[in-house]
């Protein structure tokens, strides 16, 4: 793509003095944010910066308080749907209910979002996540990292050209850790576009290109990913 | 998927969770049954009485049952916040709100055959097949009248800890047509229709259930801007 193309191409996300606020408390105040396509950025910040209520203002999930919002140059007030069909978002929770099997919740998530998905071919995502021998049971006595690990296959699933992960690497043990970090460097590759919002710095910081330090609702800094380890540390 | 796919993948979705826990199914059951049960000591042993009421008795069985099931319904997609992951996928809201509307219909219809011979028999009514047949029709057409809005501010009052007294407060009000409609249909089935008034009693129960399924499928895309 030439330089020009590439400069004319919409961004990922462009936010323009987007806000939330919850009665009286800002959660996020006027942030400016542009993600470029096929970057991965890093929110940062300690509890209640932040972070997850951007994340879930760009999946959608929220309606803006002020501001707007534009992904991959489209308005998500009056293209709803297909930026649903852009993005996906893992976010806390799991989303899974507790009586279906891992196999069927995949293929209730593939049917309503008008993805065709054969039982072989969600037998093979679940092989990438060791949940394949667990297929038929009910997801309600799986441990925490393979509910994750289950969620975390939406991204897979639905062929985002946007990942919003809020603390992607949580309740994961190392080699779940490992395999999101390969995912994500997969994704990279891919041009797709990755935002995580993050408190695990050393393993997310190699990830990204550019890392967002998030205060009380406020955007306070940028730069890279070993920039943002000198300025804060390992710790937020 | 087109809009009719994805509502029944809801409706199959919601089947199945309802078979693998039939928890709800067997608690708002036992629930509706005790209901008529109370009613029929709080009247007493009087059966001309009993037979009167009936009617009334085995409609404010199903209403105080559906607010029961309504609020479950949506208990189990909060559990882990599964509403939220169906949101995010490019599914139509009212897909989502027609799918859930279905299912919670189909399992207010399975009340009937539960809570139809116990209110027969306690309350001493005799009736024979054609006239059980009009009543389950009846019960149909309640059940999607009450089963529209009830779908609606269950999903609105569904993260909201005082749900359990908002659901009935919101919803009783507006399915006052409904709760008419049934009690006098209903009643006239039990008692006798010597002026054949309950097609009038059906028709209006019919209508009430085409506009709240209208409205309420319309209001729904708005009523969860904020997720649910």
Known sequence: ?????????????????????????????????????????????????????????????????????????????????????????????????????ALEMLQVWTRLGGME???????????????????????????AGMRKRLTLLRTRLEKPKLVLLDEPFSALDAAGQNLIEEWIEGYRTAGKTVVLASHNLPRSTKLCDRAILLQQGQMLWQGTGNELLDHVGTTV | ??????????????????????????????????????????????????????????????????????????????????????????????????????????????????????????YSVELDLKGLAVLLGLWTLAAAGLS????????????????????PLLLFPLVIPVLMGAVKSTTLILTGDPMSQVGSWATLLASFAIIYWSLCGLLFPHAIEEGI
Request: net charge neutral; proline share 4%.
């Open chain 2, 1 to 122: 998927m087109n809009l009719l796919g994805q509502a029944m993948t809801v409706v199959r979705k919601d089947l199945l969770l309802e078979w693998r826990g039939k928890g709800r199914l067997i608690s708002v059951l036992l629930f509706g049954v005790v209901t008529l049960l109370l009613f029929s000591f709080a009247v007493g042993p009087d059966s001309t009485l009993l037979r009167a009421a009936a009617g009334g008795f085995l409609v404010l069985a199903l209403l105080l049952s559906s607010t029961l099931g309504l609020s479950e319904s949506f208990r189990v997609e909060q559990e882990q916040r599964a509403i939220e992951g169906l949101l995010l996928l490019p599914v139509d809201p009212i897909a989502l709100y027609y799918g859930k509307t279905l299912s919670n219909t189909l399992f207010l219809m399975l009340l009937a055959p539960v809570l139809t011979p116990v209110g027969l028999i306690l």
């Open chain 1, 1 to 101: 793509m030439s330089t020009r193309a590439a400069d004319s191409a919409p961004l990922a996300v462009q936010t323009t003095s987007l806000g939330k606020r919850f009665g009286r408390q800002w959660a996020l105040a006027h942030c400016d944010l542009e993600v470029r396509p096929g970057e991965v950025l890093l929110l940062a910040g300690a509890n209640g910066s932040g972070k997850t209520t951007l994340l879930r203002l760009i999946a959608g999930l929220y309606k803006p308080t002020q501001g707007s919002m534009m992904i991959y140059g489209m308005d998500p007030e009056q293209e709803k749907l297909a930026c649903r069909r852009t993005l996906t978002l893992v976010g806390h929770d799991n989303y899974l209910y507790s009586q279906l099997s």
């Open chain 2, 148 to 167: 529209a809005p009830g779908t609606l501010y269950a999903a609105m009052t569904s993260r909201l800890q005082s749900q359990d007294v908002l659901l």
């Open chain 1, 117 to 143: 998905l054969a039982e072989e071919q969600a037998i093979e995502l679940l092989r990438e996540v060791d949940l394949d021998d667990r297929r038929d049971y009910p997801v309600g006595g799986f441990s």
